[in-house]
C-alpha cells in the first residue's frame, strides 16, 4: 500500500522558513517522480513543483520560484521542500504526491493526507 506522510508545517511569520517532509512507503521510491501540490483556504488545487526520480531535474510554479527548493533522499525514501521568505499567500495545506512516471510533469496517482503551512504575523 502506497503511503505518503507529509510533516514540517507549522506557523512562520512572513520572511521565515520552513522545511516540508514527506516520508514514503509501498513503492520503489527510487523508480518516480515526485511533487508538491498546496491548497489556499478557500481555493483550488496549485501544484508547486515536482522532482525527476533521478533528482537531475525539478520545476517550480512561477509563484514559489527562487524560494522554494524540491529535493528527495532516496536512501531515506524522503521528499523535501525547503521553503524560504515565505510570504502570508503561501498559507496553505501542503500534500506530497506520487507521480506515475520517472518525470516530474506527468500525472499524479497517490496524494498524502497534507501539512498545514501558515505564514502570519
Known amino acids: 500500500e502506497v503511503q505518503l506522510v507529509e510533516s514540517g508545517g507549522g506557523l512562520v511569520q512572513p520572511g521565515g522558513s520552513l522545511r516540508l517532509s514527506c516520508a514514503a512507503s509501498?513503492?520503489?521510491?527510487?523508480?518516480?517522480?515526485m511533487s508538491w501540490v498546496r491548497q489556499a483556504p478557500g481555493k483550488g488545487l496549485e501544484w508547486v513543483s515536482g522532482?525527476?526520480?533521478?533528482?537531475?531535474?525539478?520545476g517550480y510554479a512561477d509563484s514559489v520560484k527562487g524560494r522554494f527548493t524540491i529535493s528527495r533522499d532516496d536512501a531515506k525514501n524522503t521528499l523535501y521542500l525547503q521553503m524560504n521568505s515565505l510570504k502570508p499567500e503561501d498559507t496553505a495545506v501542503y500534500y506530497c504526491?506520487?507521480?506515475?512516471?520517472?518525470?516530474?510533469?506527468?500525472?499524479?496517482?497517490?496524494w498524502g493526507k497534507g501539512t498545514p503551512v501558515t505564514v502570519s504575523s
Open positions: 509501498g513503492f520503489t521510491f527510487s523508480s518516480y517522480a
Open positions: 504526491t506520487k507521480v506515475n512516471t520517472i518525470w516530474w510533469n506527468f500525472g499524479i496517482d497517490y
Open positions: 522532482i525527476n526520480s533521478d533528482g537531475g531535474s525539478a
